[in-house]
């Protein structure tokens, strides 16, 4: 058995180059909600000492002097983009499971030669390039773990050119002595910084730690992802995006908001997007978190409240969601106060299949009316069909100066061919 892990370099910023070959080779910056922080920046801005996760007007001068093309955050194309490239992929191997927006695992039930996985990765990476316009890493190992660490390799160890392949003991070794351990997967900063303590600096330092130990001093993912790292499989599709225990909906505004009816507007789209990610992955809440606030830059000084809400049933339903945010605007708002964000949090999140009943209060939640309102917006676009309270009239909406054409989700952005 071998996994794949295959991911799109710097997704968000090659998306942007896939209609507009005029700035293949140029630096490209993508910026978060608001054009505030750079958060996806290309190859060739970042041998230009371009730098992810820094708020824009800290490098705006650099970014100008080397001629550097901004772009505001353009979802619908990037989630359009990163649905083909999943379709190529799937066209490879069937048994594929989606990760996060530029990541797949595919699992190869067979075992091959170095030569003809190195073979399949680069005609992997052709198809997709050819098909998508993204250029993608491919790594291959026994493990989902060693597969991630492949992928790294592929794109940051030198002597791979976008494929690697984790196929033997020896070869691993070899490999993940060049792999920092904060690159591992799972292994973040803090956890890296306590490995660094006790001496270990690479994957293959972490490698060759007693699995059992390492558990019972950290925590069983930890024993899990050393095992892994020596080729025991230790994580199931569903170990590897399990549903999440809290689901937030939260966004600054494009522009400080103090009028209630706003603020309602605001929170009423954020309970949408909060129930549908909710219905999506099966679960129902049983309380909820609704809050709003200034900024803590602001001159009258920083506001924030939050109030929370307990369901006596657990809940899908956005219509109750929506009910109780309206009831909460009454707490958290505050004549006089300029908003700069507010949001809905789900809480306490269970699966459809594994509701505690209550003997003395009977469910409000219309099933059916939600399945409808999901089918028809998955099958015509995001928010065809929305609740009243969202407004029709909103002044929040994000500021994106920079916004490319919706080129693949948009009529009036078709891109126009002359011949």
Known sequence: MMYALVDAVSMYASAEKVFDPKIRDKPVLVLSNNDGCVIAACPIAKRLGLKNFVPYFQIEKQAKAVNAVIRSSNYALYADLSSRMMDVCAQVCPDLHIYSIDECFLKFDFND???????LGDALRRKVWKEVRLPVGVGFGPTPTLAKAANHASKKVEGFNGVAVLDSARYRRQILTKIAITDVWGVGKRLGVRFNKLGLHSALDLANQCPFKMGKQFSVVVENTVRELNGEIRLGWDDVR???????SSRSFGERIADKAQLRHALTMHAQIACKKLRHQKGRANSAVFFAASSPHDA???????LFKHFARPTADTRLIIAAAHDALHTIYKPGVNFYKCGVGLLD???????????????MDNTKLMGCLDAINTKFGRSTLQFAAVGTDQKFHMKQAYLSPRYTTRWSDVPRIKC
């Open 300 to 306: 009258n000084g920083y506001y924030k409240e939050t």
């Open 242 to 248: 399990p549903d999440k225990k809290e689901l937030f």
């Open 349 to 363: 999140l269970v699966d459809e299949t594994h509701i505690q009943e209550d003997l003395f209060s009977s469910s």
């Open 113 to 119: 030669s170095l030569e003809n996985w190195m073979r």
